[in-house]
Structures are given as structure tokens and as C-alpha cells.
């Protein structure tokens, strides 16, 4: 059961089914006009229609003394009227006869600045009072656990300017004891912190002191052993009733092998980017459609137009109408039935008009959900090759893969004896015998279990079908290690069509794996931040008209924080541009955008928003895909002080 709507109406824009509590959304009129899925289920008829003291009726809504609610249908007039009720204790009866014990929050939804509606959730308190009740009895075990966390927890006073604690953990990270640790000044700890990064943490304290929560500084400390280790210290300002900082109070947490393994991650990243940019293949992805959305320098040789150029067409703009339907059918098969390609001859043509022969292999990437999200791949220039004699075309195919893997190691399997044929110290980096391991079977042993029967299919099937092969696999070898390997192989055929021999390359990517890996948890990481950020936060992209102007600036992503801000939800701002937005949006702002795009630099102004009727302290910075992240945090309670 999704989210019910009453046609006759014109609701709010809610995401009722993103709430994880039961939630009604009324109109104006005071009726209900959807309730997500998690309240369509506590009922046993529609509730869509009902007003509030029907829906107080129907649950038998009462106070937690046991006294009937009748002025439902007035606190609904009240949120209507711009008011908000949080955490009202109420108790409901199910159809099935059970007693809840609920905390009910109703607020007003706006849209452009005008009340449209009423969202009313729902929170079992039960769960609430046994979690607090749970806290309490465990206060001095959860001290305990505390007390032997590997972060150090702190806490200064501020009337004294003096340390009054520090959990044992911090010996742990410093080296210096818990009492060597009180007894320091703040003078002292600065004294430790590394000069480039001293002042960060001087300004990250000072401005934290006067107004904000807290924050999070990473900074290297000079420990006693006399190495520098890379600490995350987060804290914040507790506060008295008036608003009077008390006391600093944060923890410490030891990330150097995190700093590390980032330096790693992009001294890998940079790597593999000039180890694309010096392939003498062209590099590419698509989108599921075939739109290059990434074009490798090489593009430039191949076709005589910059990457750039290319980004948004399809390579099969740059063929003869003939060529372009069959490439073009070729590709949709494979993206319909998520395979890759390997391959796969085209004709095109340079930018002089030159007949350009290509051949092209690609493999599809897909969302945790199976969706095909991209195609990944290389296109080289075979016109040469084509040129050639077929006599010449099993050497030529063994170039062509020597080039491709980069002097990966070759193998190549005999059809009639199934003999495999392999360079002698590759197989030895796995502590194999290159004596024992002549045959498929030989290598079939150390496959991983979870992956054999893979394998074994994705064999039979490119040789009933002739299809070339490429898979990736685990093996685990002697030592106890398991490694991942890539395969690539095709079948040569003789005049008659019989399969021959099967040449191929053989890949260690395994430290590519673990990157990917590094590199996905970052991303998750990265993306926790955004959506927990207090500022308004979105991601941009600068639109450019028929002219090759800067004409608009669109939001390809925002934050929680953004959709309150406007009071409008991210499915109505995402894919809109500013100035669809914000009409009276100053002009000065694409070049502003076009400035930290193009030049990469940081860019910190304050600016009004009559729209709004606020003022923001906005930053911008690029971040990929020359794209800029722009923040805004609210000063308009500064400016009218």
C-alpha cells in the first residue's frame, strides 16, 4: 500500500513514504488527503477523506490519563493557521483491540511561502520509555565502556580555562598519561599540534566558541614518542539555560591509518587516470543510452575533436548512416540484455572525412539493484590492422592484446589437447609449478568455490557461442591468499569455422578490487556528510545555450537542508535551474559559478534573497565533473541585528 490521494483536491507535494512513522497529510480543509504506507496498515478501512475528529474517533485517540481527545479537528485548524505541535503524548486503540502509547507531532506545510497543508506523524513512546529507561540502568556500564573506548573523551572547563578530565584512552593515543594531560595548558597542546596545521585549529575553536554546536578538526599531534599521528577531535560548547557556554567537551579519535590509506587511494587514483591518459587507446563511458559522459584525450587523435566535444553524443554520430543503424542495433541488444561487448568492428570517420576503421569492446556497470547504469570501455584505430594480410591476423590479435593489458601475461589454450600456455614466471607469483599447471582442469582447482560454477558457465557459453570471454574470478592459491583475477579470451577459427585455439590475457586486479572497495566506502562516507550537513548544501552544473554561453545553472543534487530552506521537496528542485527557482536571482551569479568552475577557485560572498526574504553567507568550491558545490548558511538574523 503506497500513499493514498484524494483526486479532487490539490494537495501538498509530501514524500509521505520516505517517513519511516505512520504520517497523514491533510489539506486545507482539514481532511486527510494521503497517509503513507506504515499508517495505511495500522487501519482497517481507507483513511483518505476522514477529518481530524474522525480520525480521533476511528483510533479512540485519548490522553494518557484516559480523557477522550475531542479537539483534534481545532489543534488541525491551529497547524493550518501556521503553528506547530511537537510531541504531544496521546494513546490510540488498533482495530485489533491493542493500546499504543504515541507521541503525535503536527506542522504546517508550506509551499512558496504558504501554508498547504498539515503533516501529522506518529511515534510509539513505548520504545522511547523503554530505550531511556535501558540508558539509565546502563549509565555506569556505558561509563565503562567509555572509560575503555579507543577514543580519548575530554572535557574543559570554561570558567577555568583548565582541563577537568580525560578518559584513560588518550595514553593510549598521546602517549602522555591522563595527569600529564591535565596538568597541560592550552598554550601547551597548540604548542603540539603541527604548525601547518596550528592555525586551522585556533580558528576552528574560536569560531565554534561564540555561536555553533560544535564541529570536527583534523590536525597531527606531536606525541611523546615524537612522531606526529593524525587525530580527529570532535567537539562542542555545552551551554547553561541563558545560552552561556559551561564546558568543551569532545573526543579524539586516531585516523592516521585513514590518512594514510586516503594519500594511498589518490596516489592510486592519479595512477590509474595517467595510466588512461597515456594508453594509445581511446577510453570512454557512456550512460545506459550511449552518451558519452567520459572522453580520454586520446579522442583528439582519433577523431580530431576534443573530449569536451563529445560529451552528451554518441560515437555513433560519427558514422555512415548504413554503419550507424547496425552499431547502433549491436549496442541495444547488448544494453537489453546487460552484456558487455568485446570486439566489435565499426566504421567511422575523422574530422577530415577519412575512413576510420575501430574496434570496440565495453562492459556494463549496474546499482546494487541490477539497474544498468553505465558502459565502460576502449576504442582503438584498427584501420592499419585491417589493411593487413589475414595471414598476419593471429599476431596481430596477440599485439592487440599485449597492448591492451599492458604486458599482462597471455595465454593461449590448444582447442584439440586443451594444453595451456602461459609465461612461466606469472604462475610462479601464485607459488604454482608451471610443470603441473598445462591444462583448464589444472587451473580449475584453485578457483574459489563461490566462484567456479560461474566460470564453468561463462566458458561452455562463449564456446557454444562463440562469443568472446571475459569474466572476473577469485583463485585461492598455496599460500592462503585469495586473489582476483581478470580473464579475457576469443576463439580463432579455421577456414571451416572450427575453433582452433583460444588466445586471451590474464589480469591480477586484486589492489584494483580494494580500491574500489576504499573508493566506495568514501563515497558513502561522503554522501552521509551531505545529507547531515546543518547549511543548505547543493550541487550544480552550469547550463550553456545554443551560443555556447553561460545561460542558467542547474541543481543536479541538494541536501535535507536545501528542501527546507525553500520548503520545497528535493523532486521539485533536482533537474530545475536557478533561475526557474529563484526569478529574481542576480545575473552576477553565472559569473560567479562560471569563476569557481572554470578557474577552480573558492568563492565566499554574502548576498540577499528578496525571494526569500533572507540573507546567506554563500560559498562555492568545484568539485568533479566540473560541477560546483554551493553553501549557504543563514545570516539574515546577523544582517538585521
Not at 70 to 81: C, E
Not at 241 to 250: F, K, M, N, Q, V
Not at 375 to 399: C, F, H, P, W
Not at 581 to 606: C, H, M, N
Amino acid at each position: 500500500m503506497g500513499a493514498h490521494t484524494k483526486s479532487a483536491m490539490q494537495p501538498p507535494t509530501v514524500p509521505l513514504d520516505a517517513i519511516r512513522q505512520p504520517a497523514a497529510l491533510f489539506d486545507t480543509d482539514g481532511r486527510i488527503v494521503a497517509v503513507n504506507e506504515i499508517a495505511g496498515e495500522m487501519a482497517d478501512r481507507p483513511l483518505v477523506g476522514l477529518s481530524a475528529d474522525e480520525l480521533s474517533v476511528y483510533f479512540d485517540v485519548c490522553s494518557p490519563g484516559g480523557a477522550p481527545v475531542a479537539d483534534a479537528g481545532s489543534l488541525i485548524a491551529q497547524v493550518l493557521g501556521g503553528e506547530t505541535f511537537a510531541d504531544q503524548p496521546v494513546a490510540i486503540t488498533l482495530p485489533d483491540g491493542r493500546r499504543l502509547e504515541i507521541l503525535a507531532t503536527a506542522s504546517p506545510v508550506r509551499e512558496g511561502g504558504v501554508v498547504t497543508g498539515a503533516l501529522v506523524i506518529w511515534q510509539d513512546v513505548p520504545r522511547s520509555a523503554r530505550t531511556e529507561t535501558a540508558l539509565r540502568e546502563s549509565e555506569q556500564e556505558l561509563r565503562s565502556i567509555l572509560e575503555r573506548s579507543i577514543d580519548a573523551i575530554y572535557r574543559k572547563d570554561l570558567a577555568t580555562g583548565r582541563p577537568e578530565y580525560y578518559s584513560p584512552a588518550i595514553e593510549a593515543l598521546s602517549g602522555f598519561s591522563v595527569e600529564e594531560c591535565l596538568a597541560m595548558s592550552v598554550d601547551d597542546i597548540l604548542a603540539r599540534i603541527h604548525p601547518e596545521d596550528r592555525q586551522a585549529a585556533v580558528s576552528a575553536k574560536l569560531e565554534t566558541a561564540p555561536g555553533n554546536a560544535g564541529a570536527t578538526l583534523d590536525y597531527r599531534f606531536l606525541c611523546r614518542d615524537g612522531t606526529y599521528r593524525w587525530f580527529s577531535d570532535r567537539f562542542r560548547i555545552e551551554r547553561d539555560a541563558d545560552g552561556r557556554p559551561l564546558s568543551w567537551e569532545g573526543t579524539v579519535r586516531d585516523i592516521t591509518d585513514q590518512k594514510q590509506a586516503e594519500a594511498a587511494l589518490r596516489e592510486s587514483e592519479e595512477k590509474y587516470r595517467a595510466l588512461i591518459e597515456t594508453n594509445a587507446d581511446f577510453v570512454w563511458e557512456t550512460d545506459a543510452t550511449g552518451r558519452f559522459t567520459y572522453c580520454s584525450p586520446q579522442i583528439e587523435r582519433l577523431w580530431g575533436i576534443r573530449p569536451g566535444e563529445m560529451i552528451g553524443r554518441t560515437p555513433f554520430d560519427r558514422m555512415p548512416p548504413d554503419e550507424r543503424a547496425r552499431a547502433l542495433e549491436a549496442f541495444q541488444a547488448a544494453a537489453q540484455t546487460l552484456t558487455g561487448f568485446s570486439g566489435m568492428e565499426v566504421v567511422s570517420s575523422d574530422g577530415r572525412g577519412n575512413r576510420v576503421d575501430l574496434e570496440i569492446s565495453g562492459v556494463p556497470f549496474f546499482d546494487a539493484d541490477g539497474t544498468l547504469l553505465s558502459y565502460r570501455g576502449t576504442t582503438r584505430d584498427v584501420t592499419e590492422q585491417k589493411r593487413a594480410t589475414t595471414a598476419l591476423l593471429e599476431s596481430e590479435e596477440r599485439l592487440r592484446l599485449a597492448q591492451e593489458s599492458a604486458g599482462i601475461a597471455i595465454w593461449d589454450r590448444d582447442a584439440a589437447t586443451d594444453r595451456v600456455t602461459l609465461a612461466p614466471g606469472f604462475i610462479r607469483r601464485y607459488l604454482l609449478d608451471p610443470a603441473t599447471m598445462v591444462s583448464y582442469e589444472d587451473w580449475g582447482r584453485y578457483i574459489h568455490p563461490d566462484d567456479r560454477g560461474r566460470v564453468e558457465s561463462e566458458r561452455q557459453r562463449a564456446l557454444a557461442t562463440g562469443e568472446p570471454l571475459e569474466i572476473e574470478f577469485r583463485i585461492a592459491i598455496p599460500s592462503g591468499e585469495v586473489r582476483w583475477l581478470q580473464l579475457k579470451g576469443r576463439g580463432v577459427r579455421d577456414e571451416s569455422g572450427g575453433l582452433t585455439r583460444v588466445l586471451g590475457v590474464i589480469i591480477d586486479v586484486t589492489d584494483q578490487k580494494r580500491a574500489e572497495e576504499a573508493l566506495r566506502e568514501s563515497e558513502a562516507d561522503a554522501r552521509s556528510f551531505f545529507a547531515n550537513m546543518v547549511n543548505a548544501c547543493a550541487i550544480c552544473e552550469m547550463v550553456i545555450d545554443e551560443s555556447g554561453e553561460p545561460a542558467d545553472i542547474r541543481l543536479v543534487d541538494v541536501n535535507p537542508a536545501f528542501e527546507q530552506t525553500l520548503s520545497l521537496p528535493a523532486h521539485l528542485i533536482v533537474g530545475q535551474t536557478a533561475f526557474m527557482i529563484l526569478p529574481t536571482l542576480y545575473r552576477e551569479w553565472l559569473d560567479l559559478f562560471l569563476e569557481v568552475s572554470q578557474k577552480g577557485v573558492f568563492v565566499a560572498v554574502e548576498e540577499p534573497f528578496p525571494a526569500l526574504d533572507r540573507w546567506f553567507h554563500v560559498t562555492g568550491f568545484p568539485v568533479r565533473h566540473g560541477r560546483v558545490a554551493v553553501v549557504f548558511r543563514d545570516i539574515t538574523a546577523e544582517r538585521r541585528s
